[in-house]
């Protein structure tokens, strides 16, 4: 299976921060990468797709980079709703695998 | 719009059948894929399967044996069996339309 490694686990942060979550592929996975805002008692929702695309409706702060088999997410001028959980997956082979999960708490 | 929404039993018996349903509307299931994910309290994310819009489905290995994907296109509905259930397979569950909707998650709890 191929292994999303999602860094960093915790991010403590700011409102108006920068903030750039990374995720890499064991193997190849292309474009094939999204990623997911999850808050609790929510479902998750797609902010990127095909790695480097923004999903309808988000805002553009947001934003998705990919170098070689490295992902980013990156949220430019964080505000108070972007506090939440950010999930990577790959879609490229099956199983689909996720990454294990970044938590922004605020400081 | 784009809806979807799962439901089923809340409380399952260990060793037993979890069967749940995802409703949706606003689209035609054979136009899309649904996917099913689940999460466990406390951690990640896991995909268990998709049915594609041709009726073809693929499983999560780890869950191969005991998932089963299928769907009634005229009810606009997609089912999820998995049988054999463990306590750990206790966790919220979601469909969704090939990850760009989602439904609101149901939580499974698998206790005696």
């Known amino acids: 299976d191929i292994q999303m490694t999602q860094s960093p686990s915790s991010m403590s942060v700011s409102l108006g921060d920068t903030v750039t979550i990374t995720c890499r592929a064991s193997?190849?996975?292309?474009?094939?990468v999204n990623w997911f805002q999850h808050k609790p008692g929510k479902s998750p929702r797609r902010m990127i797709y095909?790695?480097?695309n923004l999903a309808d409706g988000v805002p553009s702060r947001f934003s998705g980079s990919r170098s070689g088999s490295d992902y980013s997410l990156t949220i430019s001028s964080l505000e108070s709703e972007d506090v939440a959980d950010y999930h990577c997956?790959?879609?490229?082979?099956?199983?689909?695998?996720f990454g294990p999960g970044t938590k922004l708490e605020l400081k | 719009q784009v809806q979807l929404k799962e439901s089923g039993p809340g409380l399952v018996q260990p060793s037993q059948t979890l069967s749940l349903t995802c409703t949706v509307s606003?689209?035609?299931?054979?136009?899309?894929?649904i996917i099913w994910v689940r999460q466990p309290p406390g951690k990640g994310l896991e995909w268990m399967g998709v049915?594609?819009?041709?009726?073809?489905?693929n499983y999560n290995s780890t869950l191969k044996s005991r998932l089963s994907i299928s769907r009634d296109t005229s009810k606009s509905q997609v089912y999820l069996k998995m049988n054999s259930l463990q306590t750990e397979d206790t966790a919220t569950y979601y469909c969704?339309?090939?990850?760009?909707?989602w439904g609101q998650g149901v939580m499974v709890t698998v206790s005696s």
């Open positions: 193997q190849d996975v292309g474009i094939y």
């Open positions: 969704a339309r090939f990850f760009d909707y």
């Open positions: 049915i594609w819009s041709n009726g073809n489905t």
């Open positions: 606003g689209f035609s299931l054979s136009s899309y894929e």
């Open positions: 095909r790695a480097t």
């Open positions: 997956l790959q879609y490229d082979e099956y199983p689909y695998t």
